[in-house]
């Protein structure tokens, strides 16, 4: 399932603690695929904290907790780690990772806490949610086959690598412009993993991340960028993205074409995707602005003279998914939203 639909999902199983009506989720991919983030996206989204239980590094009387003695019985002390109303908040979300990197016998431990949200006399707080997450077997990460009564106490997703939800999330997060571009024009690299070759550095989407940083990093030192690309993506992409960059010199002049001047469209398609890209970026950066309105106009107005109405509306679209309903408001919307209307109607 495609990252914002999975975020859906998630959101309707937290607010279903409220009602009684969680179930408890488990979340499959392959490394980098931003599995972990997007439980944390649902934190940040209803203000909750996470706890995040590593249990490939757990034993079971880390769950369990410890015995002591209480008059002629034995009680147990519960971990201060789990879930307290008290110390937490009456709402939160517990995440599981690593679970299938988990020993059995501490896979064992969790059993009670899943599906019954107890552990002895310990009890889940009602308004927090259970999230657990690992990888497949064959991902080249240590992983055990989840035994079943533990998959049964799940409702499984398979998490999928998806462009527009990356893009999206990446223009919110400020995620370089030049990475964006580039991808736009090589979407197989969003995620080229190749278990059977071993890889150490591979293009995934948090790896993609690791380049944004880079490029601020080591962007006026040429010397020391491709190596700094290759050490986050891998040496091919490193290769790719960095040639990329280097191009990007012959790219039109983005403030004349935000004054509405004629600038030509660049007859790279490489280059062209930068431009709707670094386009994009500029609509974000005047949104909540006075002049957000005239920008959009004249970007609007730029999309119009792509030589291929697929470059202007994959532009528009990411537009519209970054600054929202305002875009609508524009005049010059109508005009493009016309000369793309039969494109549209053949998709």
């Known amino acids: 399932m495609r990252p914002a639909h999975l975020l859906s999902v998630l959101d309707k199983e937290f607010q279903g603690t409220r009602s009684g009506h969680h179930t408890p989720v488990m979340l499959w991919g392959p490394p980098g695929v931003g599995k972990s983030q997007m439980v944390a996206q649902v934190a940040e989204r209803h203000g909750v904290p996470v706890i995040d239980i590593r249990l490939s590094q757990m034993e079971p009387s880390d769950l369990r907790g410890i015995p002591f003695r209480c008059g002629d019985t034995v009680e147990w002390a519960v971990p201060a780690m789990l879930p307290d109303a008290e110390r937490h908040g009456p709402e939160g979300i517990l995440f599981l990772d690593e679970i299938t990197s988990a020993a059995p016998s501490v896979s064992a431990a969790a059993y009670q806490l ?14 927090w949610a259970i999230f657990a997450a690992g990888n497949r077997q064959g991902d080249r990460g240590v992983t055990y086959t989840m035994p079943a009564p533990l998959a049964n106490r799940f409702s499984h997703f398979e998490v999928e690598v998806h462009l527009d939800d990356w893009v999206a999330w990446a223009y919110a997060h400020g995620i370089d412009e030049r990475v964006i571009g580039f991808l736009r024009f090589r979407p197989e690299l969003l995620f080229d993993f ?7 550095a591979f293009p995934s989407p948090r790896s993609w991340e690791f380049a944004h940083r880079a490029l601020q990093k080591f962007g006026e030192a040429p010397d020391l960028l491709l190596g700094a690309l290759q050490a986050c993506v891998g040496p091919a992409a490193g290769v790719e993205l960095h040639a990329f960059v280097q191009s990007l010199d012959q790219m039109p002049d983005l403030d004349a074409i935000l004054r509405g001047e004629a600038v030509p469209v660049p007859r790279e398609i490489d280059l062209q995707y930068a431009v709707a890209s670094a386009l994009v970026g500029r609509a974000i950066r005047a949104r909540d602005t006075d002049e957000a309105a005239q920008v959009y106009g004249r970007i609007l107005a730029y999309a119009r003279r792509f030589p291929q109405r697929e470059m202007g509306v994959m532009m528009v679209s990411d537009m519209h998914r970054a600054v929202g309903e305002a875009l609508f408001e524009v005049p010059e919307f109508g005009e493009w939203a016309e000369d793309v209307a039969e494109l549209m109607f053949e998709v």
Not at 194 to 200: E, F, G, K, S
Request: charged content about 35%; overall charge positive.
């Open 194 to 200: 190749d278990p059977a070759h071993n890889p150490v």
């Open 114 to 127: 899943i599906l019954d949200r107890r552990l002895g006399e310990y009890r889940v707080p009602r308004g």
